[in-house]
């Protein structure tokens, strides 16, 4: 996870909120992990010449130069005017549609490098509800159910994957795996690892910037060249995303879930493996300890931990961890599967 300064307030503000999890989906006892490939949605990140669930069926090859180049620089916020035109019109649907949140304004950097709102906004509310300022909605996923371990890693693919995959096929275990879309362009060989891995896969954005400071434009086209580039390379249409940073409000929802029908996801735990090895004086045992203070808690709600596979000093974390998991009788599951069970599914609080 990349760092401002706002970040460590945000995350205990957020560990401070309850909130109950996903309420209001069509049957939530059997969650899809992915998109139906021949719907709407689907048919956004399907390119000239291809077919439904079959894409890029004469383009480059994986990997190289000329793949590079279908998407946009990596680790840079999309040019707008390289945005598809679909995408654009589906989004102005979705506001002529009706349920756009006016009176939420663009977050702006302090002098400490933090993301604001004007003075005057109160973000724990709404219109703003940001998860930062401790404000949850019931379309997020927040709480796992009961008995529950949601088990998901953010930042991937990185040279880090290669471990965390070998130690999730071992184990015969399933992780949902948010990525950053540049990463996916960055490390295409970790990226057919997490498929080979039974992986399931998540959206995490192009860029990994903050959404609340993002246009609309702008965040459209973060979160749909990730869609794009895991379609493309997987055939699969993503279900599941996770807002950088858990930089959320009702705007970027509203793109996220009323353009690309995707299913926030925030967190209830953090395991603080973003902070090694350089931030907060963090180490390895330090996370593993507050792991394990988590994993020896009540079950009640169950477990939606804030994971990463950013490098491998977050991955020994987790297989550090993983027995204690297991010993300790939680219910190990990837994103779909952690909300299919359904036992305890309830309204958010916000």
Known sequence: ?????????????????TAAPLEGRDNPHN???YQDKHSDIAKLFVRPGDKPGKPLANGPTFGSAEWKALYPPVEKVPDVSTTPASWTAALAAAKKAGGYPSGVPLTTVDASGNYVYPAGVNPAVDPVCSFSAGCNKASDFYNAPDGVL???FDDGPTAATTNLTDFIKKNQISASHNMIGSHIIEYPTQFQQIIASGGHLSVHTHSHRHNTGLTDEQILAEIGWCMQVIYDNSGLVPKFWRPPYGDLDNRVRFIAENVFNLITLTWNRDSRDWAIPSLFDQTVQKSVDQVRSYVNGSKSPGMNILEH???DACVTVFETVYRDYVNDGWDIRNLPDALSTGNNVGKGKH
């Open 309 to 311: 596979e950013l490098n």
């Open 150 to 152: 949601a088990l998901s």
């Open 31 to 33: 969650v899809e992990p």
């Open 1 to 17: 996870m990349k760092l401002t300064t706002s970040l460590l307030a945000s995350i205990l503000s957020i560990m401070a909120v």
